[in-house]
């Protein structure tokens, strides 16, 4: 754990959360556990990410303090696992912490497992006057129900990376990945020249490769709905088709993916021995580098599955700050949100995470060629379904789903993959009904 002090503070008056935005002003602004105005508070935030993200909350913060001087931060860093440890034990008993960062998947489970013990933050968007730069797919990854759980610092997203030096595969504008036949002959091409068609790490999280391919073509629901429901049924299709390519009787996929972890998966990209792969907005600018071991490769969009499918990037997940219901200086920490969406706050969201959620901030001519779609306003971006994080069981019924889905990547024939997506929607529902 490092531990980061940051204590400039002087006493003035206070501005009104309304004011945060840009404006000074000298009303107190009162919450749970705040001085009197013109006293120094400090908020304390814990965040996963180790150093490299500092530089991001210290740019919110200096930004506050051009309104708020007397406002600043303390912030603790800690690897994911203690992080949530921590978090859950905070929110539930003891307090101590006014804001939380880490992925919105992760923080709305923690809402869950901890009986909705973060704030709702819709006013606190609503009140900022760039709040239109957070699109409905950033509020979809960040919400419970209506209420907007996660306040959203950046996106995670997901683009289909493509060799382009294999010897004997010809990647031009016709035989690029855009439709789901296009991906296929692709993917063999690899395969006759002697590598892997497509990999993707299976091992960890197997649900991840259906949200990419099906959501990169503009599908929701695509195994969960809000009733909650199953719904695999009504993308059986889909499920088959994506299955084939790792069981089926052409299958490209690389077969070692069911055990593999991150770490796995990334060491096979960075020796160039597969053919496809995912590539996040999160390492492009590493890959892109001459010494990466990737070698030379593009970055496009998902393929679209079906005729009529626009295919995209995804997003995979948000980046962002919850407000514990217990927080001591709960309406400073509100303050400090107000100030997330600024031009200073987002730049340093790029320069520390490789994304942000204003992206017009971005200084199109530092970024290396394949950074650059992910910036690209005219680029469609989807956003994955959360759900699972959204119910009190999710993680139940996500096990569930997961072991079916894994038992379905290891089918030996067509009718064992048919047999696996049938018994995998049964399989949901079950547990669905018995957690409800």
Not at 188 to 194: D, F, I, L, N, R
Not at 239 to 265: C, H, P, Q, R, S
Request: charged share 20%; glycine share 8%.
């Amino acid at each position: 754990m490092k531990k980061i002090a940051l204590t400039l503070a002087c006493a003035m008056c206070m501005g009104t959360l309304g004011t945060a935005c840009g404006s000074s002003g000298s009303s107190t602004a009162s919450g749970t556990g705040e001085t009197a105005a013109g006293e120094p508070v400090v908020i304390t935030i814990w965040y996963e990410g180790n150093d490299s993200r500092l530089p991001f909350f210290e740019a919110v913060e200096a930004e506050m303090q051009k309104d708020y001087p007397n406002y600043s931060i303390e912030a603790v860093t800690f690897d994911n696992a203690t992080l949530t440890t921590k978090a859950l034990q905070a929110a539930t008993t003891i307090g101590g912490v006014d804001l939380i960062f880490n992925s919105a998947s992760r923080l709305l489970s923690l809402y869950q497992q901890s009986g909705q013990a973060f704030e709702p933050l819709n006013d606190v968007l609503a009140s900022c006057e760039n709040a239109d730069v957070v699109t409905e797919g950033d509020i979809k990854l960040c919400s419970s129900g209506e209420d907007l759980i996660v306040f959203p610092v950046s996106r995670s997203l997901a683009g289909l990376g493509v060799k382009t030096d294999v010897a004997g595969v010809e990647v031009t504008d016709d035989t690029m990945p855009s439709t789901w036949d296009k991906f296929l002959a692709l993917g063999e091409q690899y395969q006759a020249a002697g590598k892997s068609g497509f990999t993707m790490h299976l091992g960890t999280d197997p649900g991840q490769v259906f949200n990419l391919f099906m959501c990169g073509s503009g599908y929701s629901d695509i195994w969960l709905n809000a009733v909650p429901e199953s719904q695999i049924e009504n993308h059986a299709d889909l499920y088959k088709d994506i299955l084939n390519v790792y069981a089926g009787d052409n299958a490209f996929w690389d077969k070692d993916a069911t055990t593999e972890d991150f770490a796995a998966m990334y060491t096979k990209i960075q020796s160039g021995s597969v053919g496809m792969f995912r590539v996040g907005d999160w390492n492009v600018a590493n890959w892109d580098k001459a010494d990466s071991g990737v070698g030379e490769y593009v970055v496009t969009t998902w393929p679209a599955m079906r005729e009529g499918d626009t295919g995209g990037l995804v997003n995979t997940d948000d980046r962002g700050l919850v407000i514990p219901k217990n927080a001591p200086n709960k309406e400073a920490a509100k303050v400090f949100l107000q100030y997330v969406l600024s031009e200073a706050a987002q730049l340093a969201s790029f320069e520390t995470m490789g994304s942000c959620i204003d992206t017009s901030v971005v200084p199109q001519d530092q970024l290396s060629p394949n950074q650059k779609i992910f910036f690209d306003p005219n680029v469609t971006i989807y956003s994955v379904d959360t759900y699972v994080s959204q119910l009190s069981y999710g993680p139940a019924v996500n096990e569930v789903y997961e072991k079916g889905l894994t038992n379905a990547l290891n089918a030996q024939s067509a009718e064992e993959i048919d047999a696996a997506v049938t018994k995998l929607h049964e399989d949901v529902n079950s547990a669905i009904a018995s957690n409800q």
